[in-house]
């Protein structure tokens, strides 16, 4: 049987439901949300997360609550429930007052590992601990509380050891670093895979030997693990410049541990299902894309920055235009995230390529890819070496495009909104910007957004400790070097990168004279999900960029 959750986003509801080639059920409905069913290991429960009574959809990129009534008087507490396979009633086994943010069952089914906080949810995945949870009674046992992020933990088959990514992660969900073992017992953290110039991006043990995929510069990589006491051993089975995608890791792997299945795409082929075996062979079993044509080309650039090894991934049209292209240079955001291979179907890409523009994508220090080292790069140091790693990276592109000096622009959103917003107040090379939920003021938005806990990794210390670092990363502190147009928009409920953060640099850009144009998307988030609003931004930035670079 196959698993899974049916929301009905009208009626605040969420289904667990399971089938199979003959019929489909439902073994339990939550009033609220719910999410990552997981099979108990003798195949008699299952489990899930779910939120009953949710007031917004689980993650600070979603909506947040309108701010009016006593704020902060009751937080969402994300918990673990349990469903018998014939269904029932949720009977819920992680505290009420404990958000649980991933988990996993223990081998013997008797409970579970999790990473969880207690409070808010949205803004308490940075400090929350590695945890024990019993199935039966609900007691919590701390297992570790490192001082870096936690994601994917997993029990070893005997019930000794717990395997977790952990590393500088400045998002949830956006997951990287290096490979750490616990005794499930509890203790410290050891570090499995330190100074590898590579990321741990996901991993999954169903089996006797774990499985983890990795980011290796522009390379996906899938390996089985071979562990030590205080190390491990990567064995590659198979790497390519593509991305993979699995439920709730980048691959999944059969109960026998041979055969391991990945959704996999890249900038020229559309998402097929693949199966990778034992001697590395990958072969599609799916073929629901193969009529869609490739509608850019892509290559991979590298260079060297400050002693750095740096890559990033620059797209052009098909037909390049007679002469010197303008291009965008967009930012991803994050920090701790990495532009990777994905192919493109419609949308703002799409569009842009089709206007004629090159699009490049760096991934300066900061980013996944090239080790843990390399994510710490920029702490305390935000747009300051990773705009010059940029920089570095135009001046590559230039040798190998047909890219017009000239007619540069830059985007980004979130992190890559920052990055623009510090971008225009530090260099007059762009004749355009964009800049999506970005972050004007440091000190400002750290008492204003709703995820103040990820920044205390980055900058060393609160705004109210150290308000000196915090104020020197600050775009608007600049913002009378800025000349460049800029277009900003943003969420109105944003939790992540709230509205003021735009319409203080919008303020900033008017007051010295400088092009600009606001838009705030109503009761949007971080992510805009509403096709409507969606389509708008697309069609406003594409005519910023062409009134401006065509």
Request: with cysteine.
């Given at each position: ?7 009905d ?5 969420a289904a667990?439901m399971?089938t ?8 339990a409905?939550?009033?609220?949300v719910?999410?990552t069913p997981?099979w ?22 979603e ?12 937080d ?22 404990t ?26 995945w ?23 992020q ?29 490979l ?6 509890g ?11 590579a990321t ?8 006797r ?6 980011l ?9 693990v ?10 590659p089975?198979?790497?390519?410049a ?6 709730d890791?980048?691959v ?9 299945g ?6 020229g082929?559309p ?8 001697t ?12 869609h044509a ?34 965008i ?5 994050g ?16 569009s842009l ?9 760096p991934?300066?220090?900061?980013s ?8 710490r ?8 070496g ?7 990276g ?7 495009a047909?890219v017009?000096p ?17 971008t ?22 750290y008492?204003q ?10 900058f060393?210390?609160?705004?109210y400790?150290?308000?000196e670092?915090?104020?020197a ?15 900003i ?8 990168c ?13 007051a ?15 992510h805009?999900?509403k ?6 931004r697309?069609t ?11």
């Amino acid at each position: 049987m196959i698993a899974f959750i049916a929301t009905d986003a009208a009626a605040g509801t969420a289904a667990l439901m399971v089938t199979n080639a003959n019929s489909t059920r439902v073994l339990a409905t939550i009033n609220g949300v719910a999410s990552t069913p997981r099979w108990s290991p003798n195949g008699q429960q299952m489990a899930l997360l779910a939120v009953t009574g949710a007031h917004k959809a689980i993650g600070a990129v979603e909506a947040g609550q309108a701010q009016v009534g006593e704020i902060g008087s009751a937080d969402d507490e994300q918990r673990i429930g349990l469903v018998a396979i014939a269904g029932g009633e949720v009977r819920f086994v992680s505290p009420a007052d404990t958000f649980v943010y991933e988990y996993d069952w223990t081998p013997d089914g008797r409970g579970f590992v999790a990473t969880a906080a207690q409070g808010n949810g949205d803004n308490n995945w940075w400090i929350a601990k590695l945890v024990a949870i019993d199935a039966a009674g609900g007691a919590v046992r701390v297992v570790a509380a490192p001082s870096f992020q936690m994601d994917a933990p997993h029990v070893s088959p005997d019930g000794r050891r717990v395997l977790f990514i952990g590393g500088l992660m400045s998002d949830f969900g956006a997951v990287g670093g290096d490979l750490f073992s616990v005794a499930f017992t509890g203790g410290v953290p050891s570090n499995l895979t330190p100074g590898a110039p590579a990321t741990v991006t996901s991993l999954i043990w169903n089996g006797r030997t774990p499985v983890v995929t990795r980011l290796v510069g522009d390379r996906f990589e899938i390996s089985r693990v071979a562990l030590g006491a205080t190390s491990a051993t990567l064995m590659p089975i198979w790497s390519g410049a593509v991305s993979g995608q699995a439920g709730d890791a980048l691959v999944a792997v059969a109960a026998n541990g041979r055969t391991i299945g990945s959704v996999v795409s890249d900038f020229g082929h559309p998402p097929e299902i693949n199966l990778i075996n034992n001697t590395g062979a990958l072969r599609p079993i799916t073929n629901e894309n193969a009529g869609h044509a490739p509608l850019v080309s892509a290559r991979s650039v590298n260079w060297t920055s400050e002693g750095r090894a740096v890559q990033g991934w620059l797209l052009a049209p098909l037909t390049p235009p007679t002469g010197k292209a303008a291009m965008i240079v967009e930012i991803h955001g994050g920090p701790s995230s990495a532009a990777t291979p994905g192919y493109v179907w419609s949308g703002l890409t799409r569009s842009l390529i089709e206007h004629g523009y090159y699009i490049f994508r760096p991934n300066p220090r900061g980013s996944y890819g090239q080790g843990e080292a390399f994510t710490r790069a920029n702490v305390r140091d935000f747009g300051g070496g990773d705009l010059r790693d940029i920089q570095v990276g135009i001046d590559a592109v230039l040798k190998i495009a047909p890219v017009d000096p000239e007619r540069l622009g830059v985007y980004g959103h979130s992190y890559g909104g920052f990055m623009t917003m510090w971008t225009v107040t530090h260099s007059t090379r762009f004749k355009a910007a964009v800049a999506g939920a970005g972050i004007a003021n440091w000190i400002s938005y750290y008492g204003q957004n709703g995820i103040d806990q990820w920044m205390i990794p980055f900058f060393g210390a609160s705004a109210y400790d150290d308000p000196e670092v915090y104020r020197a990363d600050s775009p608007i502190s600049t913002i009378k070097a800025a000349k460049t147009p800029t277009l900003i928009y943003v969420g109105e409920r944003d939790v992540e990168c709230p509205p003021a953060q735009s319409v203080e640099f919008w303020h900033g850009l008017r007051a010295m004279g400088v092009p600009t144009s606001l838009v705030i998307y109503e009761g949007a988030g971080h992510h805009l999900r509403k096709p409507d609003q969606i389509h708008d931004r697309e069609t406003r930035i594409v005519g910023w960029f062409d009134g401006l670079l065509r």
